[in-house]
């Protein structure tokens, strides 16, 4: 049972390219989410998706594109990597929206923009 | 958003002790849900125990048990007979009752020393 796995956990770029973190979940959890983890800030949720081809921004959405053409990938794409997108990246799903649904995490994916 | 705030960067307990990690939040609903992760130098984000805003009793999971005061919006972590493997970053976390997303606290990190 893999879970819920990202791909890479490592990641160096340079500043304008164009990278794109993976998530897949063997769940067929219904909800999946983004956050990254900054120092000092704890998590932060960029985007979610209800469903296939449903999808909504979170609190941090500005230079992040996803995408949901299956359940179980969620991909997070940054259009033009800046400094600023320097931050480890964590995928969640959960079965429901309902608070009493855990969410389960990756492994995160470290993300250095240079 | 909602505001969670960990007013504890860091704490340190002795093998065997007590602790107890500080979290307060800000809100205006009367139904939501709060949580306890710990995040281990793994980066994976493991939950440790929810709470319920609607009951009353407060949750405990093993050596792991809330003090949740709604009045006050206060959620401290009591965690007895502290283990090596305790140590890690301890994140609050609170989400609406028709919410799909957390919001983390900062973090507080708990070092555990022999």
């Known amino acids: 049972d893999a879970g819920i796995t990202q791909s890479p956990r490592y990641k160096i770029t340079e500043t304008g390219r164009q990278v794109t973190l993976m998530c897949h979940q063997t769940?067929?959890?219904?909800?999946m989410f983004w956050y990254r983890q900054d120092l000092g800030h704890g998590l932060r949720l960029i985007y979610y998706?209800?469903?296939?081809?449903?999808?909504d921004k979170g609190e941090v959405p500005d230079g992040y594109v996803v995408s949901r053409s299956k359940t179980e990938n969620f991909p997070l794409t940054l259009e033009s990597a800046t400094r600023s997108q320097t931050s480890v990246y964590f995928c969640?799903?959960?079965?429901?929206?309902?608070?009493?649904?855990?969410?389960?995490f990756g492994p995160g994916t470290r993300l250095t923009v240079l | 958003a909602q505001t969670v705030t960990q007013s504890q960067p860091e704490m340190s307990v002795q093998e065997a002790e007590t602790v107890t990690l500080s979290c307060t939040y800000d809100?205006?609903?009367?139904?939501?849900?709060l949580f306890w992760y710990k995040q281990p130098p793994s980066r994976q984000m493991i939950l440790v125990i929810r709470?319920?805003?609607?009951?009353?009793q407060n949750a405990t999971e093993n050596r792991f048990s809330v003090n949740f005061q709604k009045a006050a919006k206060s959620f401290s972590l009591k965690i007895s007979d502290s283990q090596l493997g305790d140590a890690a970053m301890y994140f609050c976390?609170?989400?609406?009752?028709?919410?799909?997303?957390?919001?983390f606290g900062k973090g507080t990190s708990l070092l555990v020393t022999p």
């Open positions: 969640a799903s959960s079965e429901r929206a309902s608070a009493y649904n855990e969410q389960f």
């Open positions: 769940w067929s959890h219904s909800y």
């Open positions: 998706s209800a469903a296939a081809d449903i999808t």
């Open positions: 809100t205006s609903e009367s139904d939501y849900y």
């Open positions: 709470q319920e805003a609607y009951k009353q």
């Open positions: 976390a609170y989400r609406e009752d028709s919410g799909y997303a957390l919001n």
